[in-house]
């Protein structure tokens, strides 16, 4: 028997706003949450608090409505931060103290989707073994608060102001004198990303900072980077910096409009660390989707890496539990646990313009750390993503293809943990032979699941 997928994904609960992700859904998980919590014991002693940020979606507003009700009529009070990056959302949920933060964004997604996660105390996101908890507790009977009891609720617009002093108090190098385009993607980080730069002293031309409620993600941010390519080039500019919907992300451009991806924002930033004797062990997390050139690239100076699935919860993980600081992923996820406990887009954007700044390197050289192999991705949609790993046919390509490739290759394959898709991603000495494996790949993957 074919088992139950799980409601929670690797970042939370995401679906088509109003179809899959329902008002009625996203109460029902907000008094789960508070229910679960209060049993493990989060709430003893004391009156619990909530805050609760979004991302600029339409749908966050009808969301954010009943995840509020939700909370508050569970007995918890709640703190509504309005539109902030999801690290914000973090990093308020511990400055303030907060029993539990609630994020409504689907990130890098198109506009009609959307997406609910919570956070623990201290502005971590909750294990999945709590998160499968909320999930078997959805609708179950419960006795309702009443007078007094109930939650009360009030907006914290305060929140915004105090996560840019955060991120700004990261930092004593001054960016005076660097040009800066900077894409927000029609997001949360629309007015915080522009404000934190020109507070260090940046020249900032901001572009993707308008979010209308439809337009997030739409040709704009982290993943349409073509357009702050072109914007760096046409303005001159010395650096681009981008986001996706909730500035969780950061990707880069150099001056001449190439791509600065986030592993070798990753490299620059260890060695920067290294450098200043931060960085612990002398090692960095990445996830199994890096470049074989970042390892290459540390191991040149002497820094290790160590790999995780997808997912920065899971590169979180791994750093806590190996006592290490620094992390990151491809798509531009950078955690750097002195600072944060997810990763920010902003606070990434402001040391990798720092480092800029005090070495007086411009960033293509920085980059150049990180060697990258050609790599392919091929995103295999209208598939039974759970069945990729057990298939054998899928698995006698795989080994093949791993035996083809050797030493100078690498081959993945891995179901989305937020998307109807199965991820073929090869590398390879030449381009040619990593789009031919992938190809390949792709083909066997569609036949055998589609």
Request: glycine share 12%; aromatic share 4%.
């Amino acid at each position: 028997m074919a088992s139950t997928p799980r409601l929670f994904g690797t970042d939370g609960v995401r679906g088509i706003a109003n179809r899959d992700l329902t008002a009625e859904l996203a109460l029902d998980l907000a008094v789960a949450a508070a229910h679960v919590l209060a049993q493990a014991g989060a709430f003893e002693g004391h009156r619990p608090l909530a805050v609760v940020g979004r991302d600029p979606r339409a749908s966050g507003e009808f969301l954010e409505a009943a995840v509020v009700a939700g909370l508050a009529s569970a007995g918890v009070d709640v703190l509504r931060l309005g539109v902030l990056p999801t690290p914000a959302v973090a990093y308020l949920t511990a400055a303030l103290d907060a029993d539990l933060g609630v994020v409504l964004s689907a990130s890098h997604n198109p506009m009609p989707d959307n997406g609910i996660k919570f956070l623990a105390r201290g502005g971590h996101k909750l294990p999945d073994d709590i998160e499968d908890a909320v999930a078997a507790r959805l609708g179950e009977p419960w006795t309702r608060p009443v007078g007094r009891f109930v939650g009360r609720v009030r907006d914290y617009p305060e929140g915004l102001d105090q996560y840019v002093e955060h991120v700004l108090a990261t930092s004593d190098q001054r960016l005076d004198g660097l040009r800066v385009v900077v894409d927000c993607a029609h997001g949360a980080a629309s007015v915080v990303s522009p404000a934190v730069l020109r507070r260090a002293g940046a020249t900032v031309v901001p572009i993707g900072c308008e979010p209308d409620g439809y337009n997030i993600n739409d040709g704009h941010g982290s993943t349409n980077i073509e357009t702050l390519q072109a914007a760096v080039r046409r303005e001159g500019a010395d650096a681009g910096i981008a986001h996706d919907g909730d500035a969780d992300r950061c990707l880069a451009v150099d001056a001449a409009g190439d791509v600065v991806d986030g592993d070798q924002i990753l490299a620059i930033l260890a060695l920067a660390w290294q450098e200043a004797g931060r960085l612990a062990h002398d090692t960095v997390v990445a996830t199994v989707m890096s470049n074989l050139g970042l390892k290459l690239g540390l191991a040149a100076h002497g820094i290790s890496v160590v790999e995780t699935a997808v997912g920065d919860r899971y590169v979180l993980e791994a750093m806590r539990a190996g006592g290490y600081v620094l992390g990151g992923e491809q798509s531009g996820h950078i955690i750097m646990l002195d600072y944060a406990t997810t990763g920010d887009g902003v606070l990434t954007g402001l040391q990798l313009l720092g480092r800029m700044a005090a070495t007086g390197r411009p960033l293509a050289d920085l980059a150049r750390v990180v060697r990258r192999l050609p790599q392919v991705l091929r995103n295999v949609t209208g598939v039974d993503k759970t069945r990729v790993d057990t298939d054998p046919v899928i698995n006698k390509e795989l080994a093949a293809a791993r035996g083809e490739l050797g030493d100078g290759g690498r081959v993945l394959l891995r179901a989305s943990g937020t998307e109807p898709v199965v991820r073929v991603m090869v590398e390879a000495e030449t381009e040619a032979d990593a789009e031919r494996v992938a190809e390949r790949l792709a083909r066997v993957v569609r036949e055998r699941l589609g």
